[in-house]
């Protein structure tokens, strides 16, 4: 706690008196967070037309850059971890339902399981563009986020076949 009140520019008696221990410091953000990733795809949801497949690709791989911004600690949360914490796994599941409801939402035509292992894909090229948002060298940098958007436009394109998904 005492790490977490200097990193935050926090008193640690201030922070104990919101929070008497790291679980619940840690619950309280992946509630924080779980309410913007709700927000976020809520409002790729909020689309009464499906979109575009480059638009949506994009939408996906741009989602977590505003949670990125608050820091690093949205992405570790989302990492699989050996540390048997039921509640990091809880809300990692969490945002997989909720990338896979976005993908059904968009893609009624996905079938079984489809969506499911997508977003898991989708997942990790989403904490990959996080983690290219926050790279220190400019002239890689905005290279690789254009070629990783063509990455995630291309598999969404080539995944869905022009919307005629096959098994």
């Known amino acids: 706690m005492a790490e977490i009140a200097m990193r935050s520019d926090t ?19 992946m509630r924080r967070y779980q309410v913007k990733i709700d927000s976020i795809f809520d409002s790729i949801d909020a689309k009464e037309v499906s979109l575009p497949l480059p638009e949506l690709s994009d939408r996906f791989l741009y989602a977590f850059l505003e949670l990125n911004r608050e820091g690093a600690s949205v992405a570790r949360l989302l990492e699989e971890q050996p540390d048997g914490s039921i509640k990091r796994e809880a809300f990692r599941r969490n945002v997989l339902h909720r990338i896979a409801r976005s993908l059904k939402w ?48 291309l598999y969404l394109k080539n995944r869905l076949k022009d919307r005629q998904v096959t098994p």
């Open 11 to 29: 008193r640690t008696g201030s922070l104990y008196r919101f929070f008497p221990n790291k679980e619940s410091l840690f619950s309280a953000m």
């Open 106 to 153: 968009q893609l009624p035509e996905l079938k079984g399981h489809q969506a499911d292992d997508m977003a898991f894909v989708l997942l990790h090229n989403m904490k990959v563009m996080m983690a290219f948002s926050v790279m220190k060298d400019e002239e890689v940098r905005p290279g690789a986020i254009r070629e990783l958007r063509r990455m995630n436009r």
